[in-house]
């Protein structure tokens, strides 16, 4: 399936990437019917730019306290000059913020999430992560609460609650001596397990400075085995029955989860990422499901599971138990629907997933009309009073695709403050259609809708679609069905708060080639136009080794928009690699960076913050975070990279590069400690405090050498001063809280 070798592709491409797209791709034959509209690209629904959102609109309160509309207050200001100066790029292991702010530790992996819970040891010994923050920090936001603690506050800058995930775990330090091979003990299953998923935490200003309170009520958390109920298009479906489900309108837990979404009604999106390698195939499970071309195996094939599959941490071998065996997917049961078996359940993983922070009385939704894939955050195009809502969204493997849901209902503002939030999201997130972007040579694109009603998936010969609950769960195989372009992997995406325009990170693409070969190779196009080797040396093989951050412009400022416009924000790259073919944005020595990750808006400034996980550029610098003043699709240039095929022959590629940053458009404000991901990023309503998370530094580690500290390659934050340890501690993900030393604005 792949022309790399896996350590070839960990060291392009860090940890977490993986590509099933193998289709073909055929051209489409559907008409696309433009939808332009006249409307202005500035009209929404609440006031203008340049007017305080606050001050402008009269919203309903409802049940009382000071509930008000959770969008951008200030207006953007494009001419903003970035105030402080650049970060230089280190291996050390620290973390650096720029002159002017200060980062404190806050909140690390175990902390403890009542007041029972004994204090993290930080030794492999701690149990009970039901109780403790999770592993591997990632996408997170804030949420306003009211001066008492009683319940939400929109404008809540001193009392707030922290929604995250917890992706992923760096194992090895979970446990005293390591991890135990198969068959795993169940003692150590029921560490990791629960070490995933969410945690919500209250935070508050304590003498000034942000603390996490462990017994606060509102704690929480929620992980792979937290009932959940099946939401949208695919609720009781004969694809989401299981043994657990017989019904198919329930399903158990979330894994993996990485970037997240603020909804426009006070709720938590988490988007389920990399959720198949934690399931196992038997090896002669396609047999048993009718063959190759049974519609279960063409499905598990796209996603990732082909039979033979080893789960990531065996979790199935731990014990009989449901909560043990629920991770072999294999058919092993006797029944036709499966409801004897955990034959479907993957296909109750890879969702949105809306939770209600304030309340933990509601059920969690999984929000399965916005498809599934391996998402990463969810972003909500401006609101506008009237006009369905849009939801973009992308899919985090190579050559995967980039995704809108557009509501059935129309935005109502009273619905910022809603009485009943997460049934709010009810009538917003199960009812719409699903796109699928085609990027287009000449700087524009289509939305291909992603349904019964597109000829091309009525009729795909590779896959028949059942309806439309099968189209949301396959919407791969139906992207691959409409022809939808392949991209360097969709990370997160973000929304200007002003323009609107849409910002996607494609992180980097080591199977984007020149001369593709093998059917998971992609060739270089204009919306993903580089291949090249690591500059200045070539130790790897040749792609799009840095990423790059594309950005959209909707028709008509429309979220419902048929087409849009689009151009390159930025290309990663080392400030020395090639003008022409690599650096073609011109990054200086101060902007340079390597696999843009995660990617955000302040609401409050519009600044745009861009953090990265990253393995190519990692023998100049770990990875870091830069804030970015952006200008607007359509403010570079186009411009043409020339390639020399083997035989010689000449292959032009024409892109279109966004505005070189100016050095006052475009720093590094901080650089994190060794062997991290920087991820994860929110601010308090104010814009004065802003919180990011730092994933898993020191994260390459084997079991022969937990036992020396000195083979660690990381040691944060407990060299920093934080928890136990000290400079020999293990290394914890954990949240940040930084602030401008003058109590100004992040970055302005
Ligand atoms: Fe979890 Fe695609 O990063
Ligand atoms: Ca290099
Ligand atoms: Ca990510
Ligand atoms: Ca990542």
């Not at 590509?19 to 690209?41: C, H, K, W, Y």
């Amino acid at each position: 399936m792949n022309a790399m070798t896996k350590p070839e592709q960990q060291a392009v491409q860090g940890h977490d990437s993986e590509d099933f797209n193998t289709s073909n791709n055929p051209s489409i034959t559907d008409v696309i019917e433009a939808r332009l509209s006249r409307r202005s690209l500035f009209k929404a629904g609440f006031g203008t730019a340049g007017t305080a959102v606050l001050g402008s609109v009269a919203l309903t309160a409802c049940g009382g306290g000071s509930d008000a509309a959770p969008l951008p207050a200030a207006p953007v200001d494009t001419s903003i000059k970035l105030s402080f100066p650049a970060v230089a790029k280190s291996t050390a292991d620290v973390l650096s913020v720029a002159s002017g702010y200060t980062a404190t530790v806050i909140y690390g992996l175990g902390d403890p999430l009542t007041a029972a819970t004994p204090e993290f040891k930080n030794d492999g010994s701690d149990t009970d992560y039901d109780n403790r923050a999770g592993d591997h920090h990632d996408g997170m936001e804030y949420f306003g609460l009211n001066a008492a603690g009683t319940g939400r506050d929109v404008n809540g800058s001193d009392r707030g609650l922290l929604a995250m995930n917890h992706e992923a775990l760096t194992d090895q330090f979970l446990h005293v001596a390591g991890v135990t091979a198969n068959p795993r003990p169940a003692a150590e299953a029921d560490k990791e397990i629960p070490a995933h998923g969410v945690s919500i935490v209250e935070v508050r200003k304590v003498s000034g400075k942000f603390a996490y309170d462990k017994a606060s009520s509102f704690n929480r958390r929620i992980t792979p085995l937290t009932p959940m109920q099946v939401n949208g298009v695919a609720r009781g479906n004969a694809l989401m029955k299981t043994k657990f489900s017989t019904s198919g309108n329930d399903c158990r837990g979330t894994i993996n989860n990485c970037g997240t979404g603020y909804t426009p009604w006070g709720t938590f999106l988490t988007g389920e990422e990399n959720w198949a390698g934690y399931f196992t195939r038997s090896a002669t499970d396609d047999a048993a499901r009718g063959g190759a071309t049974a519609k279960s195996v063409v499905s598990l094939n796209r996603n990732g599971r082909a039979q033979g599959a080893a789960s990531r941490h065996g979790w199935e071998t731990a014990g009989t138990a449901d909560k043990y065996a629920r991770w072999n997917i294999s058919q092993t049961g006797t029944s036709a629907d499966g409801t004897d078996d955990y034959r479907n359940e993957l296909n109750t993983f890879g969702y949105i997933v809306e939770i209600d922070p304030y309340d933990k009385t509601q059920a969690i939704r999984k929000r399965t009309s916005l498809g599934r894939f391996a998402h990463e955050s969810a972003a909500f195009g401006k609101p506008a009073a009237g006009k369905p809502l849009a939801v973009y969204q992308g899919d985090d493997s190579r050559g995967e695709y980039i995704y809108k849901f557009v509501s059935a209902a129309s935005w109502d503002a009273a619905d910022a403050s809603p009485a009943n939030r997460i049934t709010t999201g009810d009538k917003y997130l199960d009812n719409g259609k699903l796109y699928v972007a085609k990027f287009n040579a000449d700087g524009t694109g289509q939305w291909i809708e992603l349904s019964m009603a597109t000829a091309a998936i009525a009729n795909y010969a590779t896959y028949r679609f059942a309806d439309n609950a099968d189209v949301a769960i396959n919407a791969r195989l139906a992207g691959d069905a409409v022809g939808a372009t392949k991209m360097d992997r969709p990370e997160w995406c973000a929304v200007h708060p002003t323009t609107g325009e849409i910002y996607y990170a494609l992180t980097n693409n080591a199977n984007r080639k020149v001369e593709p070969s093998g059917s998971s190779q992609q060739g270089v196009d204009a919306a993903n136009p580089r291949a090249y080797t690591d500059a200045p040396t070539a130790a790897s093989a040749p792609g799009n080794i840095n990423g790059h951050i594309i950005r959209m412009k909707e028709a008509g400022g429309e979220n419902a928009a048929a087409t849009f416009t689009w151009d390159v924000y930025l290309f990663g790259a080392q400030s020395d690699a090639s003008l022409t073919q690599v650096n073609l944005s011109a990054l200086t020595a101060d902007q340079d960076f390597s696999s843009p990750d995660g990617l955000w808006f302040s609401p409050k400034t519009g600044l745009c913050f861009i953090q990265t996980d990253d393995g190519a550029y990692t023998d100049a610098t770990n990875c870091m975070m830069l804030v970015g003043v952006p200008g607007q699709v359509g403010d570079g240039a186009a411009t043409t990279l020339s390639y020399t095929k083997a035989d010689g022959s000449k292959l032009d590629v024409t892109t279109r590069v966004g505005a070189k940053p100016a050095a006052d458009k475009l720093r590094r404000f901080l650089v994190g400690p060794k062997d991290c991901e920087i991820t994860g990023i929110t601010e308090t309503p104010d814009g004065k405090t802003v919180f990011v998370n730092i994933q898993h530094p020191g994260e390459t580690i084997t079991k022969a050498n937990i036992a020396d500290p000195a083979k660690y390659l990381s040691h944060w934050p407990g060299n920093a001063g934080y928890g136990a340890g000290g400079a020999n501690a293990r290394p914890r993900s954990a949240t940040i809280v930084i602030t401008k030393n003058d109590g100004g604005l992040i970055g302005a």
